[in-house]
């Protein structure tokens, strides 16, 4: 089965937040969680210049990923397309209590697992698989003005980032990367930023 | 996927989305008349299937629990929240007796009708005044885009803003334009231009994401735009880096221009901009040698005094440079329908009628078929109008989809003006502080509820359309119907029929019919094609265009001269700036910026759209952490900032992309709070921005620019 990605091309980024809101409308999500975020960076000082970044993030689609490994009634899993979702009923029948919601506590990216309390489930980015099914892009990447996010196979992804020079950065650091081997990927700008 | 139905209930309408003007494409899943999903339509030449948050989120605007649904009657006293429905042959019979009665006693002049942000329905509220014979139609032109088109009418010909072209542009002067928030559609081309290596100018005092980008930066003084300008045309002149074959051919008035800003070297522009004499030598080269380039001004410029003098300027920088409706450079801006504004039916107004506009924009009308439209400045003078009967009664007030209590300057001076009027008329679709001042409460019908001949879709917002076309007009589609709403058009139909007046039709068809008249279209036709396009001509001053009296761009303006106005711009300083008004500078000694576009929001629109607030929750001040610290103000907590007008609290947000001696704080309202003023006086920073002295041409007030102090809100203060 083909593996699916995301990647984020976050020099184009120009912070208006409609990859948010088209995500809420796609799942029809109250207000609390919001399973794609569009994170400031700066302004900071970087050598002569102030600079500022935009930067979007959501569930990071680990290939190992640890809110499902902590889960203990394994309501997060892999589908065959590397996409991680949740059973929705496994969740909601979960006691929270029992759980602690632990997926979410256990995640070491910006945007870790959502909890929904109409719901009563946490939720992530599920890379709008029922709309790729349907043949469409996934909505942030189809309503994106800037086309800053790409969705794809992961080795037709690979061919990108070699195209624009092999840059991506680690959002959340470089050892739970090593770990859980996320399928989204950033390629920051080529002016000089940190990330904090 | 047009028109397709897919299944018996759900539907999918094609039609334009206006939750700013921008006019993106849209498909609509309806069922059962709601809005289950909106998607971007892929067809359309702008927006190419995306959407911003404000369009995405349109389903909880439309079915929004408090939308207004049913026309209301006050039946409390004045602001106390008791309504009762009415129908609509109640409301209208109702108003049309008002007018008729104020009308028949103290004349025509005495209703003043308009519009806040323009609908699609600017041209219909004018008429609707020109036949009523009253000089007072309102539009908050006076300081947003009013003062582009005014100095366009004396500067080359056409009341209408001199657009950027980002499409095909090697250079872009984005000047108090955060143009990724305001028009976020156009964004894409603007990354696409620097992809292809375009310079980056910005003229902003504070640091957005282009500005971080920029080639140059300049982090000028609030209110020293007409000094920046000036000496950036002193430098192009005198450097001699002007299209010498353009000026020669095009421009009148070059000799005068050259002579007249000898006086504004970088060096005396200096102090008045905070920006380095040099620095200003090297902006003004970088984009008179680049090529093409072009200038995207902003409301900032617009929202000071002498705005359309200083955007005078800036016009005459893209004309110094030969960069006048050539690709890349600055557009001409001409509607397929006939000119901009040409259907407010100006001649319907008696001249004797016109002489008695209360004082304000219309002054700088032209009364030429393509100077500006009339109208009225909402400021002190109509407010002395309504409190003194000075110089003459104002006794009603109509105004369509307009909040003047959130969004005009000097919140009380506002207030107390609509607390007086006889007879006030709002039409909205949620109570606001300015509906719940009214007597009779309207309720307006959204953008998926209404059917338009989109011709005030402007290019303005979408300035690519440019490479293919010349203004394209787009047919809006009505999808639901919320209660009883209607748009304002029918409004206006049955208020004229039923007062007798002229200009105005049975059915909105029949009005569809005659905007589309022009190009031989009907509406029915255009309705199924959506979109009409026409090729785009440059150059088009080469066929005459320039309609000016010498026929050519005026540097040297002989009609403002006639008028009493200087015939070239100049160097003027706002009234409460560190420069003006020193003394009060000791008590308020910082420069207070206000209303920058926060990009979920829409002017004072969308705070109660939940998907929106939650991104934006509330309102910020944006301190430099050098002054927060000099305060004591830490991130978080709220800050109160007051000027001589009063006070206002927002809640800080520390940040370098401030000038240590300025803070910026946002336009706000609490739609959730109670009425009748919905927190105004708590976080609505119009309660402390300045209505008077105004631009005595057209009425700007100072939004930017002002003097403010800030300290922090005590615990029993905060809520």
Redesign the interface.
């Known amino acids: 089965m083909v593996k699916y990605g995301l990647l984020i091309d976050f ?2 980024c ?5 990859c ?3 995500c ?2 796609e799942n029809e999500l ?3 969680p ?1 399973l794609k975020q569009v994170l400031t960076i ?4 970087v050598g002569q ?6 930067l979007p993030v959501m569930c990071m689609h680990c290939e190992n990923p640890p809110c499902a490994a902590v889960c203990p009634v394994g309501a997060i899993v892999k589908d065959a397309h590397g996409i991680t979702l949740v059973n929705e009923k496994k969740c909601h029948d979960t006691d929270k209590d029992f759980c602690k919601k632990a997926c979410i506590a256990a995640c070491p990216y910006p945007v870790p697992p959502q909890y929904n309390p109409e719901k009563d489930i946490v939720q992530m980015c599920n890379m709008c698989i029922q709309r790729v099914g349907r043949g469409e892009e996934p909505s942030c990447v ?6 800053v996010i790409t969705f794809g196979p992961i080795k037709e992804l690979s061919k990108i980032i070699q195209e624009r020079g092999n840059r991506t950065i680690t959002v959340g650091g470089i050892l739970p990367n090593v770990v859980c081997r996320p399928s989204v990927v950033h390629i920051p ?1 080529k ?1 000089p930023y940190t990330l904090e | 996927m047009k028109g397709a139905t897919k299944n018996s209930e759900e539907k999918i309408v094609k039609t334009i989305c206006f939750s700013c003007r921008g006019g993106c494409g849209v498909f609509l899943h309806v069922k059962n008349n709601e809005i289950i999903r909106v998607e971007g339509d892929p067809e359309h030449p702008g927006s190419k299937g995306t959407l911003c948050p404000k369009g995405l989120a349109v389903k909880q605007l439309v079915h929004h629990p408090d939308r207004l649904k049913y026309p209301l009657r006050r039946v409390g006293k004045r602001g106390e929240g008791k309504w009762e429905r009415i129908s609509w042959d109640q409301a209208f019979d109702e108003i049309a007796a008002r007018l008729q009665d104020i009308k028949e006693k103290y004349g025509a002049e005495a209703i003043v009708q308009g519009i806040g942000t323009g609908r699609n329905h600017n041209d219909w509220s004018a008429r609707f005044c020109n036949h009523l014979g009253t000089p007072n139609a309102n539009d908050p032109m006076h300081f947003c885009i009013g003062p582009r088109c005014v100095s366009g009418y004396f500067t080359f010909g056409i009341a209408a803003p001199l657009d950027p072209h980002y499409g095909a542009t090697n250079c872009l002067v984005a000047w108090g334009r955060n143009e990724i928030h305001s028009h976020p559609s156009n964004g894409r081309y603007i990354f696409d231009a620097f992809e292809r290596g375009s310079k980056l100018i910005v003229v902003d005092p504070r640091l957005t994401k282009l500005a971080s980008r920029a080639d140059i930066w300049l982090q000028i003084r609030p209110g020293g735009d007409s000094a920046l300008a000036l000496s950036m045309i002193h430098t192009i002149i005198g450097e001699e880096l002007y299209d010498k074959e353009f000026v020669a051919k095009w421009c009148y008035g070059f000799d005068e221009l050259k002579e007249h800003v000898e006086k504004y070297t970088p060096e005396w522009a200096e102090p008045i901009t905070w920006l380095p004499a040099e620095k200003i030598r090297e902006t003004a080269r970088l984009y008179a040698t680049t090529k093409p380039a072009c200038i995207a001004p902003g409301v900032a410029v617009e929202q000071q005094m002498n705005s359309w003098q200083t955007q005078r300027a800036l016009y005459m920088m893209a004309a110094l440079t030969g960069n006048i409706d050539v690709p890349g450079g600055n557009i001409l801006w001409v509607p397929p329908l006939g000119g901009f504004f040409l259907n407010c039916d100006n001649d319907a107004l008696p001249p004797e009628q016109r002489a008695k506009a209360i004082e304000g924009g219309c002054k700088l009308n032209g009364g030429h078929e393509w100077g500006p439209p009339n109208f009225v400045l909402e400021g002190p003078p109509l407010w002395q109008a309504i409190l003194t009967g000075k110089p003459y009664p104002v006794k009603a007030i109509f105004w369509m989809a307009h909040n003047p209590m959130v969004g005009l300057p000097n919140t009380k001076a506002v207030k107390e003006a609509l607390e007086k009027v006889e007879f006030l008329v709002v039409g909205d679709f949620f109570m606001t502080p300015t509906t719940e001042m009214a007597d009779i409460v309207l309720p307006n019908a959204t953008w998926p509820e209404r059917s338009e001949v989109g011709w005030f879709t402007t290019p303005l917002e979408h300035p690519q359309f440019w490479d293919k076309d010349e203004f394209p007009v787009f047919a809006w589609v009505k999808a639901v119907q919320v209660g009883e709403s209607k748009q304002e058009l029918e409004i206006y139909n049955e208020l004229a029929k039923r007062m007798k007046i002229g200009g105005f039709w049975d059915t909105m068809e029949e009005a569809f019919d005659f905007l589309l008249k022009p190009v031989g279209v009907t509406w029915e036709e255009f309705k199924k094609v959506g979109i009409l396009r026409k090729p785009m001509i440059w150059r088009k001053f080469e066929h005459g265009l320039f309609h000016t009296p010498s026929g050519k761009f005026e540097f040297y303006s002989e009609r403002l001269r006639e008028l009493g106005y200087p015939p070239m711009p100049e160097y003027v300083e706002g009234p409460e700036s560190p420069i003006s008004a020193s003394t009060i500078a000791r008590e308020y000694p910082l420069v207070l910026i206000t209303g920058s576009r926060i990009p979920v929001y829409y002017h004072t629109d969308q705070r109660n759209i939940p998907w929106l607030r939650e991104i934006y929750p509330v309102p910020l001040i944006e301190i430099h952490p050098d002054t927060a610290a000099e305060y004591g103000i830490k991130e978080g907590d709220w800050v109160f900032i007051e000027t001589r007008r009063g006070r206002v609290k927002q809640k800080a947000k520390i940040t370098l992309s401030i000038n240590p001696r300025v803070v910026h704080a946002v336009r706000w309202w609490y739609p959730e709070k109670p009425g009748p003023d919905h927190g105004i006086w708590e976080s609505s920073i119009n309660v402390v921005t300045l209505d008077s002295p105004y631009d005595p041409g057209i009425g700007s007030p100072t939004m930017r620019g002002l003097l403010c102090k800030i300290y922090k809100a005590t615990e029993e203060e905060k809520w």
């Open positions: 020099d184009r120009q912070g208006c937040n409609a948010e809101v088209a809420k409308q109250p207000v609390g919001r700066g302004p900071e000082n210049r102030l600079i500022m970044e935009y189809k309503h994106c003005i800037n086309k700008p002016r």
